[in-house]
């Protein structure tokens, strides 16, 4: 079995910071680490290696300095590693990305499955996997929080969708793309001869002449979506706790509902 | 201070450190309320391969030594002292099995604690013999091809947890110390069992427990090094254990200064955080150079174990003491920057006050180190007239 994890590199957003002039991401002194659900990605990944054994690659789109995120994923246990890096590719949205990461995914053929986080913490899309799966041609499932069997012999998956009410439990044949939930596993902590490893793991590097494919469809160029303008959203103020009793909180709470308008 | 680590020495430390972080500090509290043996923490260092840190890689170790043990020690003690002594106790029951094993020993046992699957403990004290080792009363028979054992072990860390004891008894009480031997026995093994968990001050998530042995056969092959050699296998385990005792200091010790520099920044009075006033800087000061020099001592020690060099008990009796004696003030005066605060099981110094008293006391009390200290002055003096 063959395993391909995208990863995407992300600025760590626990605390990020917008410049209010030009309204972009201060990114100077923010580490970048793996996006967070592409974690979970990684984990289910080695799990299924682990249980069925498979050799795992994963794989990138970004900056140079996205090799970084690729030798975490090594650290914990994933075998090869493969960036996507040209400056061609810059300013691609999920559509380009897609697109790009579809050219490299079909140079590595044959695979049995795709396995992606939810979304990205900064851009929050949740496009890109479903719509590698579309550029591909194979089927994909979202949002799955389980993985109940995999069936090499007649080659299909059996996943846990997570709805907003419950869980729809999926067929599909293989090859497939899955986008994964945090509900799925815990991901593990890289291990020291994993690190050892991955520092030593050489990462090829792949470029647009690599790929092959439109240079107009890489990229800015490539890319449907234009972005007009980035604001930061007014900061949230303070809910406020209402104490005492019961019944008087109630009171409380349907006389300020109705002064406000709401009921 | 820049102490010139590998890249893998890096390694070693930032991963320890971030499992403290993620996975020890949001439980250390609870860990101690409930004395609570941290299995699923030392599952999570076993799949990140620290166990390994100071073995050979022809036994699944990372071919690192004395001085990596302390880096990673450090790192987990700084978060919480009980957990990393479960950590490095297992370290302690390698020992004599790396320094004295024959081939086929090494190969059974070494891999599979390195590979954090079992844990190892090291079993010395008992009620009678604590400082003087001499005073031992566990016995070792030898019938036919086994050795019948049969005593009582007290205070050992990872004690009930571990697998793998190396454990000191009597071949020939006749002979004193020159008649201790050390074996390995299995959890498991009939006639060994264990005897009460002991309620500790400090160190609490930690395992401390009684070894009974009922007349327990062992095969002959588990005898570590030859008959007679039991206190010779102890005292060069302890050798090169006692770096690391220091480094749970150093770690204790900076977590607490950690703690009480956080705290000052925070902490307002007379208008005026607390760290503004010169009192609280004074202490502060003089618990980080007290810290650093703790910290310098104890690498120099376990480097100095690490280059191979035979006469390591005064350094490494040294770095103990003063890490030990550091981290005993270091937290106490941790408690007092933060007053009423620090004394409260709220706030985490006053347990780091109880974890650091024990490292002035197991593996050979701070009044013992300073003998082997002055004797080893003594004994270079004599050697050089």
Not at chain 1, 71 to 83: K, N, T, W, Y
Not at chain 1, 162 to 183: H, N
Not at chain 2, 125 to 141: F, H, P
Not at chain 2, 313 to 325: L, N, P, Q, W, Y
Request: proline fraction near 4%; charged fraction near 25%; hydrophobic fraction near 40%.
């Amino acid at each position: 079995m063959k395993i391909i994890v995208c990863i995407k590199q992300v600025p760590e957003t626990g605390n990020v910071k917008i410049d209010p002039q030009t309204h972009t991401l201060i990114r100077s002194g923010v580490p970048s680490i793996i996006n967070p659900l592409d974690t979970y990605a990684i984990e289910e990944a080695l799990r299924w290696k682990e249980k069925l054994g498979a050799s795992t690659l994963v794989l990138s789109m970004g900056p140079p300095q996205a090799e970084e995120a690729l030798r975490e994923a090594v650290s914990m246990g994933i075998d090869q590693a493969l960036l996507l890096t040209d400056r061609r590719f810059a300013g691609a949205d999920t559509y380009a990305t897609a697109y790009t990461l579809s050219l490299a995914i079909r140079k590595l053929a044959p695979y049995d499955l795709i396995f992606c986080g939810k979304q990205a913490i900064d851009g929050d899309t949740a496009q890109v996997g479903p719509a590698l799966a579309e550029h591909l041609g194979i089927p994909h499932i979202a949002y799955v929080k389980k993985i109940e069997d995999i069936d090499l012999q007649k080659a299909t998956v059996r996943a846990h969708r997570l709805m907003e009410d419950g869980y729809e439990i999926l067929d599909s044949r293989l090859p497939a793309l899955l986008t994964v939930v945090k509900e799925i596993n815990e991901p593990r902590f890289p291990s020291l001869k994993g690190k050892m490893r991955a520092k030593k793991l050489e990462i090829p590097i792949w470029g647009a002449d690599d790929l092959g494919g439109e240079v107009a469809n890489f990229g800015l160029s490539g890319s449907p979506t234009q972005v007009k303008g980035i604001f930061a959203p007014p900061a949230r103020g303070k809910g406020e706790i209402l104490t005492g009793e019961a019944p008087l909180i109630a009171q409380t709470l349907i006389e300020r509902l109705k002064a406000q308008k709401i009921i | 201070m820049d102490y010139f680590l590998t890249e893998e020495q890096i390694m070693i430390r930032d991963l320890a450190r971030k499992i403290a972080q993620e996975k020890i500090l949001p439980v250390r509290a609870e860990l101690d309320e409930r004395e609570e043996f941290p299995w699923p923490i030392i599952q999570c260092l076993a799949e990140a391969d620290l166990f390994g840190v100071y073995l050979p890689e022809e036994y699944g170790g990372c071919g690192g030594g004395c001085f990596e043990l302390c880096l990673a020690v450090e790192e987990l003690s700084r978060v919480c002292g009980g957990v990393a002594v479960s950590y490095a106790a297992s370290a302690l029951g390698a020992f004599p099995i790396l320094l004295f094993g024959n081939a086929q020993q090494k190969e059974r046992y070494l891999p599979e604690i390195a590979q954090g699957k079992k844990l190892a403990a090291f079993a010395l004290t008992e009620a009678n013999a604590g400082s003087d080792a001499g005073g031992i009363q566990t016995t070792a028979r030898l019938e036919g091809d086994e050795y019948v054992l049969n005593g009582t072990k007290q205070w050992i860390t990872n004690g009930g947890e571990a697998h793998i004891y190396t454990v000191i008894a009597m071949t020939d009480r006749s002979k004193g110390s020159r008649g201790a031997s050390a074996f390995i026995v299995e959890k498991g093994t009939p006639g060994f069992s264990f005897g009460k968990k002991e309620k500790k001050m400090g160190i609490r998530s930690s395992a401390t427990r009684e070894l009974v042995f009922t007349d327990c056969r062992i095969p002959k092959e588990n005898l570590l090094a030859k008959e007679g050699m039991g206190f010779m296998v102890a005292m060069k385990t302890l050798d090169n254990s006692r770096p690391g005792i220091g480094a749970q200091a150093v770690g204790i010790a900076q977590g607490a200064l950690d703690e009480a520099l956080d705290y000052a920044r925070e902490r307002v009075q007379f208008g005026k955080p607390i760290s503004s006033f010169q009192a609280i800087q004074h202490m502060m000061a003089d618990m980080a150079t007290q810290i650093e020099a703790a910290r310098a001592l104890t690498y120099a020690a376990a480097r100095y174990i690490d280059s191979g060099a035979k006469d390591v008990s005064k350094v490494s009796a040294m770095a103990k003491v003063f890490a030990s004696d550091v981290a005993m003030n270091v937290t106490t005066q941790a408690v007092q920057i933060l007053g009423g605060y620090g004394y409260m099981r709220e706030y985490p110094v006053e347990k780091m006050m109880r974890d650091a008293k024990i490292t002035q006391i197991y593996e050979g009390t701070n009044q013992i180190q300073r003998n082997v200290i002055a004797l080893s002055l003594i004994k270079e003096r004599a050697q050089k007239r």
